[in-house]
């Protein structure tokens, strides 16, 4: 007959899912201190990597090679 579509939601799932949502780990309101933390650190790190790569750039330049655009994009940004 009818394409008939059942939704079987017990108000322990729905109660469970908004706790998770409120306070479990995908709580990312909660934890924005952590993750903003997380964030610096990782983009202090990428900063180290691009100065330690724009350093080696430049010995290789002053040696007369030259950037390749892949290098040139990435140390510019």
Known sequence: MG???SL???CDQALNQTCNC???DRNYIHMMK???DALETAMQEFR???DDIA???S???DKG???LAQVKDGVQG
Do not use: P
């Open 48 to 50: 180290e990597k691009r």
């Open 3 to 5: 394409g008939c579509v």
């Open 59 to 61: 010995i290789e330049e």
């Open 34 to 36: 952590t993750n903003l």
């Open 8 to 10: 079987d939601l017990s």
């Open 55 to 57: 350093r080696k750039v």
């Open 65 to 67: 090679l030259e950037q």
């Open 22 to 24: 409120l306070f479990g």
